[in-house]
C-alpha cells in the first residue's frame, strides 16, 4: 500500500500542476478525470492505511525520547492527515467548484471557468499540496539518513 500511494500521489502532483496550468479544455477535462480517480484509490488506500496503523503492532522506536524519534512521528503521521484532507478538500472542491458533472459526462461544454478564482476549500487544496511536498522531501531525507548515516537497513525493517 505504501508503494502504491507513494506512486499514485506523485501522479496526482504531476496531473495537478498539468491541469492547473493546462488551457485546452479537452486536456484539463481529461486530467481532472484522472486526478480524480487517482484520488479515490489514494483515499481509499489512507483509509486502510490509517486502520493498519492504529491495528497492528509497531517496531520499536529507533530513537527513543529524542527529538528525532518525534520528528519520524510528526512526519509519518503528517502523511496521513494530510493526505485525508488532500482526498476530502478534493472532493468537496469537485463539488464546489462544479466540475463534477463535466468529469462524470465526459463533456468539456460543461466546464466551469475556474479563472475566476478559487473557492476557500480549493485553495486549502492548493495550499495543503505544499505541505504534502515538504512531508515527502522530510520522508526522502529520513531514509536517506537511516541508510548513509546510521548505516540501518530501513527497507528491511519496512518489509
Keep these: 500500500m505504501h508503494w502504491a500511494s507513494a506512486i499514485l500521489i506523485i501522479g496526482m502532483a504531476v496531473t495537478g500542476i498539468i491541469m492547473e496550468s493546462e488551457t485546452n479544455l479537452s486536456f484539463k477535462l481529461r486530467y481532472y478525470q484522472i486526478h480524480f480517480l487517482m484520488g479515490l484509490v489514494v483515499f481509499i488506500l489512507t483509509i486502510f492505511r490509517v486502520v493498519a496503523f492504529l491495528k497492528d503492532k509497531r517496531p520499536s522506536e529507533l530513537y527513543p525520547n529524542k527529538s528525532r524519534q518525534k520528528l519520524i512521528h510528526l512526519v509519518h503521521q503528517g ?81
Design 79 to 159: 502523511f496521513y492527515w494530510v493526505i485525508l484532507w488532500m482526498c476530502i478538500s478534493g472532493f468537496i472542491s469537485i463539488y464546489i467548484e462544479n466540475v463534477w458533472q463535466p468529469a462524470i459526462y465526459n463533456s468539456v461544454a460543461m466546464m466551469p471557468n475556474l479563472s475566476e478564482g478559487l473557492s476557500a476549500i480549493m485553495l486549502s487544496h492548493h495550499i495543503v499540496a505544499k505541505l504534502v511536498f515538504l512531508l515527502f522531501i522530510l520522508h526522502i531525507i529520513g531514509v536517506f539518513s537511516h541508510i548513509f548515516q546510521k548505516k540501518e537497513n530501513v527497507l528491511k525493517r519496512i518489509l
